[in-house]
């Protein structure tokens, strides 16, 4: 990050310089007194200092901190102390700068050149001096933004009060002129009223590119600048727990925190929140905040744009304005409130929470935000997040190469194609004579696309014949797709330039709307020609060809709906972005089916640095944190190294846990009391005497734990083979008489149930419970296993992915060939594949033990665990104490022992 930091001090803020030096970085960590609402633990203490120190130095830091221990608190307390005083370091550097301007007096120069010199370091130092005072107003102006809004927030609830009576009724007749107009207007619209689902006329490329800047629909942070902090975390539940942590914090009164989310999270117009695609919510957004904005403009007679606009929403959006948003603004701007709060405070004040908190982003200095908005550069930017020079805090970091990976994977179906094709082809036959000459080029391009796409997936656009004889996947390069697919050819990057200024898929969405039941009929088949002479040969043809839906049953019509959307174009162009990828950073999964609409399209992103390197330039210090970040060597070669970040600029903190040793009983158990081995590979794991030794085990644990005890299997299916197994040989039988068994539900709605009987069982103090759980399954991340409920975590075999997935073969393979060996000479692609395997198992035993005064045993249930090379990538907290049993009866000794220390030293 030393090249990012020279850029920083270059661009106006050398006058913030550190006033921590290499050699003295020590020293003043040794006096830094942390705020923190009771008296830390020796590891939270530590977290901090070096959590500041990471920032000072403006690194990229990886700590780890084992969930129970406060991490939280520490990275808040940490992170905003160091906020705070660069804030004030600022302010107190720059009225220094503009002070020794006025008292300065020009030196008389000596010798013959001096004078040279003199003029440039006065010159140099004027333009310092312009600079901070130009800084200095932009700090007065907030400060003056700041009070202004304090003084508005005494005034609010008086205006809203005011106002509240008359909102009411408006909505009320909003909403009766949206029903009239529904009932009178189905299928019944004017042919003029087509003019909004006509693209206007395009231009050369070249004027897009120049227009692209106006056409933002980001709130743009310009202006003053405010040095902030962003973070975020995989779940908003997860986000709003950390405000909540903020609100306890010291600094809870005097900072100011922004929760950023999407409209399906934030938008409180109903009439939006019914539609069940995010892709139409924000269609409908932007159409109803155009009509509020045209709205404002002189009226106008024509008889057309008033039904137009009354079909969109009368005057637009209704919590679309200006004062109430203000009032709201102001509200998050001086009380810390997570989305909840702000979405319920939004439909109280009658105001947009979604544009409010975009609003007022420029004046934030925490920012909390899931995971896809800061990940993704197209979301980051249409959010108006700026990255340069502030703080990026990404929480719950163990899965993050495979979430950017996931953030910029995209699949499509058959099905989808099929739809968007059949849908493209209409609307072109329905508006050729209204479209213009490069509309209609670049709409027929990309009928073509989708034609090639369809054909490549051995489908026909005729419906006569939607059916492949044979199944198969295989993964392609990108430009081996482009070549096989027969679009080589055609320039994606001008057809994606022409989507996003003629916005042709919200066109389609709207005319898909619209005449949903008149469609126009094309009878022409595909042709068979491909690559260019096609191309040309279909812009010559008068007519095109149309996919019409199969017949399906009702049950697979609702299937297909959650899959095939009212308009799939603008989900298929997020995959011709993906084609416009560097051949080596990813590939293309194609998965044939019998039925069309089944077969799939899947772009893999293989690198994930290629779009992390953008947060890290950027950004001063970017800090990835979690309770079980190991094995973090993965993190280090493909995320930073492959980013262009050097060893020397990384800084790596990990932590003990805060329980005492001993509150602790880690064991590696490598066979049963028969003296079967735990052999859980593939080949060995259905084997009976297996199953009978692991069901005697798991009984003979529930004789000594008390409480609740969590068993992790590594798949539901091989959970459900030992289920059956067990139920057959009378084992589970003989488990029921000591504790009540419950299993992980498969659906989510399920879970809080599950959860809820598991707990009442144990609270009922007789003989606890037994829950049988997945590894990456529903109970593996986010659940609180504390005291009671967690007294055993039993982790059976080890949970390695299926090693014959082509996307998993696909990324080994990539990683060899891009990556080193390791130190011992093992490939990365092997490395990567034991990776996995230990991160899920390292997510699901870090749900026991939660607190201080917590304790607990884990039970690692395979040979395997034994090994050295596993054992090292366990955290370090269990890892240090982690006890290898090569005998069955020591084993069932140390649990007894431990079990009976702890219950004599904590009566019930």
């Not at 009320?172 to 207007?185: F, I, L, P, S, Y």
């Not at 070249?206 to 227009?211: L, S, Y």
């Not at 330039?617 to 970040?629: D, I, K, L, P």
């Not at 899920?840 to 034994?866: E, F, M, P, W």
Request: aromatic share 8%.
């Amino acid at each position: 990050m030393a090249a990012i930091m020279d850029e920083f001090d270059d661009e106006d803020d050398d006058l913030l310089a550190s006033f921590i030096e290499e050699g003295e970085g020590v020293q003043e960590l040794e006096l830094l007194d942390f705020p923190f609402p009771f008296k830390p633990y020796d590891v939270q203490k530590k977290f901090m200092e070096n959590l500041y120190l990471c920032l000072e130095k403006g690194q990229v830091g990886i700590f780890e901190s084992p969930t129970g221990t406060g991490k939280s608190l520490s990275l808040i307390c940490g992170a905003l102390k160091w906020l705070k005083e660069y804030q004030e370091k600022q302010k107190k550097e720059l009225e220094e700068l503009i002070a020794e301007e006025k008292t300065s007096s020009s030196e008389g120069a000596s010798g013959e050149m001096d004078w040279i010199a003199a003029f440039v370091e006065k010159k140099e130092k004027q333009e310092s001096v312009e600079r901070a005072k130009e800084k200095w107003k932009e700090l007065e102006k907030q400060e003056s933004k700041l009070l202004e809004i304090k003084k508005q927030k005494q005034n609010r609830k008086r205006k809203r009060d005011k106002s509240d009576d008359e909102f009411e009724k408006l909505l009320k007749d909003a909403q009766t002129v949206n029903k009239d107009q529904e009932v009178k207007g189905e299928g019944q619209e004017e042919s003029q009223d087509d003019e909004d689902l006509v693209p206007e006329d395009y231009h050369s490329d070249e004027e897009v590119r120049k227009e692209e800047e106006s056409d933002e629909e980001g709130v743009s942070d310009e202006g003053s600048h405010v040095t902030r902090i962003y973070y975020c975390s995989r779940t908003h539940s997860q986000l709003a727990q950390f405000v909540r942590e903020i609100i306890k914090s010291p600094y809870g009164s005097n900072t100011r925190v922004l929760s950023l989310g999407s409209r399906q999270n934030m938008c409180v117009n109903d009439e939006v929140r019914k539609l069940n695609s995010l892709s139409m919510m924000n269609d409908m957004c932007l159409d109803l905040q155009k009509n509020k904005s045209k709205g404002t403009e002189k009226k106008e007679s024509d008889e057309a744009v008033q039904k137009k606009r009354k079909k969109l929403g009368s005057n637009g959006c209704p919590f679309y304005k200006q004062e109430t948003m203000e009032d709201l603004g102001n509200q998050i701007l001086t009380e810390v409130t997570d989305m909840e709060q702000i979405v319920i405070s939004g439909r109280r004040m009658k105001a947009c929470p979604y544009y409010t908190s975009r609003l007022s982003l420029p004046l934030a200095e925490v920012v909390v935000l899931p995971y896809n908005i800061l990940l993704h550069k197209a979301m980051r930017e249409a959010s108006g997040i700026r990255l340069e020079g502030n703080i990026v805090l990404i929480d719950e970091a163990h899965n993050l190469l495979e979430t950017i990976n996931a953030v910029y994977s995209v699949m499509i179906t058959g099905a989808q194609l099929s739809k968007a094709h059949s849908q493209l082809s209409q609307y072109e036959q329905r508006f050729r004579s209204r479209l213009k000459a490069k509309n209609l080029l670049y709409v027929k391009q990309i009928l073509f696309v989708l034609n090639c796409l369809l054909r490549f997936l051995e489908g026909r656009t005729d419906n006569k014949k939607q059916r492949s004889e044979k199944s198969e996947s295989k993964v392609l390069t990108v430009n081996q797709f482009l070549s096989d697919s027969g679009f080589d050819n055609i320039n994606l990057f001008k057809i994606l330039q022409y989507c996003r200024k003629s916005q042709i898929s919200k066109k389609l969405n709207g005319f898909v709307e619209k005449y949903a039941n008149c469609e126009v009929q094309i009878a022409d088949k595909p042709k068979e020609n491909v690559g260019i002479s096609g191309f040309l040969k279909e812009i010559a043809q008068t007519k095109e060809n149309l996919v019409e839906e199969t017949q399906t049953t009702d049950n697979t019509r609702q299937s297909e709906k959650a899959v095939v959307m009212r308009s799939p174009l603008a989900h298929i162009e997020g995959f011709f972005a993906s084609l416009t990828s560097a051949d080596k950073d990813g590939r293309i999964v194609l998965t044939r089916h019998t039925l069309l609409k089944e077969s799939t399209l899947k772009f893999l992103q293989m690198n994930p640095a290629v779009h992390f390197k953008d947060v890290l330039s950027q950004a001063r210090s970017v800090v990835v944190a979690g309770g079980t970040m190991q094995p973090v060597e993965e993190f280090k070669q493909q995320l930073f190294y492959a980013a262009g970040i050097g060893p020397e600029n990384i800084h790596e903190y990990s932590c003990g846990h805060v329980i005492p040793s001993d509150h602790l009983l880690a064991l590696a158990m490598k066979s049963g009391p028969l003296g079967v081995d735990f052999d859980f590979t593939f080949s060995s794991r259905e084997n009976s005497a297996l199953l009978n030794e692991l069901g005697l085990v798991i009984s003979n644990v529930c004789n000594i734990i008390p409480g609740g005890v969590v068993c992790f299997f590594p798949s539901y299916k091989y959970q459900h083979l030992v289920y059956q197994h067990w139920n057959k040989s009378g084992i589970l039988a003989k488990l029921e008489k000591k504790k009540k068994i419950f299993q992980e539900p498969k659906l989510s709605s399920q879970v809080e149930q599950v959860l809820g009987e598991y707990s009442k069982s144990i609270q009922k103090g007789v003989k606890g419970a037994i829950l049988l759980c997945v590894v990456g399954g529903k109970m593996s991340e986010g659940i609180n296993f504390s005291d009671d409920l967690g007294r055993c975590v039993i982790m059976v075999g080890m949970p390695y992915p299926n090693i014959m997935s082509p996307e998993l073969q696909e990324k080994m393979q990539y990683l060899n060939s891009n990556f080193p060996k390791d130190k011992d000479g093992h490939l990365p692609g092997q490395i990567h594949y034991e990776n996995l395997c230990m991160k899920a198992v390292n997510q699901s035993i870090g749900r026991a033990i939660r607190h201080s005064q917590d304790y607990a045993t884990i039970l690692l249930l395979d040979k395997r665990y034994c090994r050295e090379s596993v054992r090292s990538k366990l955290p370090t907290w269990i890892a240090k104490d982690l006890q290898r049993m090569d005998k069955y009866g020591p084993s069932m000794a140390a649990i007894s022992k431990f079990f009976q220390r702890k219950c004599s030293n904590n009566p019930v």
